[in-house]
């Protein structure tokens, strides 16, 4: 019996780690290019404010 719960308990701690480093990544590639989508609006603002 305490097999299968640890069994368990250590899936599910496999899978929320997978799923945390999912969602940092996918932070972390969203800001960039956030980041570089605003850098090219601020590089062509002369041009969008005439």
């Known amino acids: 019996m305490n097999e299968k719960v640890y069994r368990t308990i ?8 997978v799923l945390g480093i999912c ?9 960039v290019l956030l980041i570089i989508s605003g850098s ?9 404010l005439l």
């Open 10 to 17: 250590n899936s599910t701690a496999i899978y929320s780690l």
């Open 23 to 31: 969602i940092l990544t996918t932070g972390l590639v969203s800001g």
């Open 40 to 48: 090219k609006l601020l590089k062509q603002k002369s041009k969008i």
